[in-house]
């Protein structure tokens, strides 16, 4: 049977978009940031190298605060805008598996809102320094402003929001990565030419698992 010309062109039209269309799809999916490393898989703590940067003191982490009162049912510590208390507990976890790291050579600071700084406590048990810039987050400068408040040789952990960590993450290429729940941190490398590397995210109920290994 005769295929109509119609026809014809039409596949040909088809087959045409196709060719053009895939490897676009394909460069994309390659292209396409990803999230960071789970660092709470096993092996990924050791494979990354976390413990040695942390040792050398060249480490920039950004901890999202715990459960927050105003958007749970659960109890709240003591104050409305504050944590509850199942975010205390979270936070004490943390602190433990930061103890664990080893803490003699890092310094805190916290976003000045109360429950980054009663999440501050509860993962080292004392008030830590706030700073208003923790807070607001600029996109274009946050990488800049961390760097400006580390001490060579000595980590920094920063407690803080989601939002803070999405954009560090998108000034690192992660872009797209899925947004941080309560507890998550972000650690980030720095090199002796101030220049960053996502070493990973470490889930609240991942430090046991990766401090195994």
């Not at 676009?24 to 490393?37: E, N, T």
Request: aromatic share 6%; net charge negative.
């Amino acid at each position: 049977m005769t295929v109509p010309p119609q026809r014809k062109l039409m596949r040909k039209l088809l087959i045409g978009t196709a060719i053009a269309v895939v490897p676009a799809l394909i460069a994309g999916f390659v292209l396409w940031p990803r999230s960071p490393l789970d660092l709470g898989e096993p092996g990924n703590l050791a494979a990354a190298g976390v413990q040695q940067h942390w040792a050398a003191g060249d480490v920039i982490v950004l901890v999202r605060h715990a459960e927050r009162c105003d958007r749970s049912d659960a109890a709240c510590m003591n104050a409305a805008d504050g944590i509850t208390h199942d975010g205390q507990a979270m936070a004490t976890r943390i602190g433990d598996g930061f103890r664990t790291l080893g803490m003699a050579n890092t310094d805190v600071i916290s976003s000045p809102t109360t429950r980054t700084a009663q999440t501050g406590q509860g993962m080292f048990g004392a008030a830590n320094q706030s700073q208003e810039w923790l807070r607001v987050c600029n996109r274009k400068t946050l990488l800049q402003d961390a760097l400006a408040h580390k001490q060579a040789h000595r980590n920094l952990v920063l407690v803080t929001h989601s939002d803070c960590i999405s954009k560090l993450e998108a000034q690192l290429d992660f872009e797209h990565a899925e947004a941080s729940d309560y507890g998550t941190a972000f650690f980030v490398a720095i090199d002796a030419h101030n220049q960053a590397s996502s070493l990973g995210v470490m889930n609240a109920d991942g430090w046991d698992v990766a401090l195994k290994h």
